[in-house]
């Protein structure tokens, strides 16, 4: 089994900073991408930034330039330090991992539990 576990979420006003992390966890073999999606309250699910195991990046518009993803491979953890927040950032963020559990060529999707981000303006 894999667990992704994420912490680092909470309350902070406009124009502050937040550092998410997630850890993952289990019978992992290898991790190609992990990410950070969020949702906001009657909204669907987003694309916030996602890392490869080479470590390129890839970022949603609104948060560019404030929002930087980052990865430990030898920790099997992804960070994203967020600055700069604003209230259209409040959401749960979801840590996002796509990974091998062996050594055959099957990938498997694995979702954090969430972590609630408010930003009070």
């Known amino acids: 089994q894999v667990q992704l576990v994420e912490s680092g979420g909470g309350l902070v006003q406009a124009g502050g900073s937040l550092r998410l992390s997630c850890a993952a966890s289990?019978?992992?073999?290898?991790?190609?991408?992990m990410g950070w999606y969020r949702q906001a309250p009657g909204k669907e699910r987003e694309l916030v930034a996602t890392?490869?195991?080479?470590?390129?990046?890839n970022y949603a518009e609104a948060v560019k330039g404030r929002f930087t993803i980052s990865r430990d491979n030898a920790k099997n953890t992804v960070y994203l330090q967020m600055n700069s927040l604003e209230p259209e950032d409040t959401a749960v963020y979801y840590c996002?991992?796509?990974?091998?559990?062996?050594?055959?060529?099957?990938?498997?999707?694995?979702w954090g539990q969430g972590t609630q981000v408010t930003v009070s303006s």
């Open positions: 890392i490869t195991s080479g470590g390129s990046t």
């Open positions: 996002y991992a796509r990974l091998r559990r062996d050594w055959t060529l099957v990938y498997y999707d694995y």
């Open positions: 289990g019978s992992i073999f290898s991790i190609n991408a």
